[in-house]
């Protein structure tokens, strides 16, 4: 317990509700990071094609980015548990087709795309109202702590997600003779986790107040970008994190870079995709115990620098243990942005409209990694695939000059997160 005696560290799991949200977004986590993983593989063995797997992100993306305003509104208006509870649902399904198709056999990508199109749909809705449903769960002194452990167990199931799908697909894959085969045993065992995903959301009993019902309207609607717009330091954070995801997300190539660069399985594949969680995860976890109260600003910039010199670095390299030791350090880099920028948002923002906020913080990042996956592979088709992930990195290093110097310097000077509240012009 703090010295308020409120629950910090892992004494926050004391709080029931919050311990069976942290758990199901845990195996759900897992279950989607599984699929990601196959579907990435099943694509890129169909059709051998680096430009499908840039596809793979945009599927996810459009209706990302055509629904997450009205999702914003839908978690602040209604109830954001049963909002996650019928995205869980979504994700079932969407897990339990693609075995089908894998089952099948299904030829083509199309039908694929398809179904991620549907993920997409259920991940507008399943963003704001996750990231804006931690507020109603906790006591407000320990929200960095909840955020930090919640986090700290995303990466963790993003570490161990890539790998047991890596894994049973490579388990799967010489049995049967087939691609699909070993994609179909994924996708079994990710549905499995999201039934038991399900069935924890459904235990959880606490509600946030009553919030007054609004008609929905653009004014309404974008009331979480005027609010975004207003406070400058959460503008250039998340703006911050816009970029270097579209524009650094080398992980979408992985599947290209381990059987071209490095010459592996899917095995391997599975070890890199779980490296960035792998540091990711371990800085979450050391934040929940210290978190970052001194220099905020400039522990994000060098949070995202570092991000982009692993990049490159990881691009240059053809030896997988630099490669699988600069993922670890991308995702560390990764995190300590994620966190500053979360109890930002979190910090900053009312609860009636912070579920519309979230959104836009989901619009900015999370349907920005599905863009920046496209992104990647329209550079990798176009200049290559070395060339493209080196670039990315430099590029990510000289947005991250160009906002802590020019466009938002008084971010780079932000010192602690109670000097927030001590500027009020600072949302002018």
Same mark, same amino acid.
């Given at each position: 317990?703090?010295s =308020?005696g ?10 029931r509700?919050f311990? %069976?949200y ?11 990071q599984m699929i ?5 593989w099943?694509?890129y063995?169909?059709?051998g094609?680096?430009?499908d797997?840039?596809l ?11 629904l ?5 509104h839908a ?5 954001r548990a049963? #909002?996650?509870? %019928?995205?869980l ?11 089908f198709?894998?089952i099948? !056999?299904?030829g083509?990508t199309?039908?694929i795309?398809?179904v991620l199109g549907?993920?997409?749909?259920a991940?507008?809705?399943?963003a704001?109202?996750?990231?804006s449903f931690v507020?109603?769960?906790v006591p ?5 702590s909840?955020i930090?452990l919640s986090?700290s167990?995303f ?14 697909? $490579? /388990? ?6 087939g691609?699909d085969?070993?994609a ?10 999201l ?6 959301m459904?235990?959880v009993?606490r ?6 019902? =609004?008609a ?5 609607m974008l009331?979480g970008l ?9 503008l250039g954070a #998340?703006?911050?994190?816009?970029f270097?995801?579209l524009?650094g ?5 992985l599947?290209a870079?381990?059987?071209?660069v490095?010459h592996?399985?899917?095995d391997?594949?599975g ?7 792998i ?8 934040l929940a /115990?210290?978190?970052i ?10 949070g995202?620098a570092?991000?982009g010199v692993?990049t490159?670095?990881?691009g240059?390299t053809d030896h997988?243990?630099?490669a699988l030791?600069?993922?670890?350090l991308l995702g560390?880099?990764?995190?300590v942005?994620?966190?500053?920028r979360?109890?930002l948002v979190?910090l900053?923002t009312p609860d ?5 906020v979230s959104?836009v913080?989901?619009?900015?990042i999370?349907a ?6 496209f992104e ?5 088709a176009?200049?290559?695939?070395v060339p493209a992930?080196v670039?990315?990195g ?6 991250t000059g160009?906002? $802590?110097? #020019?466009?938002f310097? !008084?971010?780079?000077?932000?010192q602690t997160?109670?000097?927030?509240k001590d500027?009020?012009?600072n949302?002018?």
């Open positions: 317990m703090s =308020t409120l629950p910090s560290g892992f004494a926050i799991l004391r709080e509700d311990t %069976l942290v758990c199901a977004r845990f195996f759900s986590s897992i279950a989607a990601i993983v196959a579907v990435g099943q694509v063995h169909l059709t094609r680096v430009l797997l840039g793979i992100g945009l599927s996810q993306f459009l209706p990302f980015l055509c997450s305003l009205f999702a914003g978690a602040d208006t209604l109830d049963r #909002i996650i509870t %019928l995205c649902a979504t994700f079932l399904i969407a897990a339990l087709l693609l075995m198709f894998a099948g !056999k299904v083509g199309l039908p795309f398809g549907l993920l997409g749909i991940r507008a809705f399943l704001p109202a996750s990231q507020g109603n769960l407000a002194a320990a929200l960095g909840a930090a986090s167990s990466q963790v199931a993003i570490i161990a997600g890539p790998s047991i799908g890596g894994i049973v697909y $490579a /388990f799967g894959e010489p049995s049967s003779g691609a085969n070993g179909q045993w994924v996708y079994g065992v990710a549905a499995g986790l039934v038991l995903a399900e069935a924890m459904l235990l009993t509600r946030p107040k009553q919030r007054v019902r =609004t929905v309207s653009w004014g309404s009331d005027r609010f975004v717009w207003r406070r400058k330091t959460v #998340i703006s911050l994190a816009l270097a995801a524009i997300a080398a992980t979408a190539l599947p870079f381990t059987q071209d490095l592996a399985g899917p391997i594949f070890y890199l995709r779980a490296a960035p969680g540091g990711a995860g371990l800085c979450a976890l050391w /115990f210290r978190p109260t001194r220099r905020i600003g400039v522990c994000m910039f060098a995202v570092l991000f692993a490159v670095v990881f240059l997988f243990w630099v030791v600069s993922l670890v560390a880099g990764d995190m942005s994620v966190f500053i979360l109890l979190q900053e009636e409209i912070r579920g519309r959104a913080n989901s619009v900015f999370g920005s990694n599905e863009l920046g996956e990647s592979g329209f550079t990798a176009w200049f290559g695939l992930i670039l990315g430099v590029v990510t290093l000289l947005v160009l906002w $802590a110097w #020019i466009l310097p !008084k971010l780079r000077r932000l997160f109670e000097q927030l500027n009020p012009a949302g002018t």
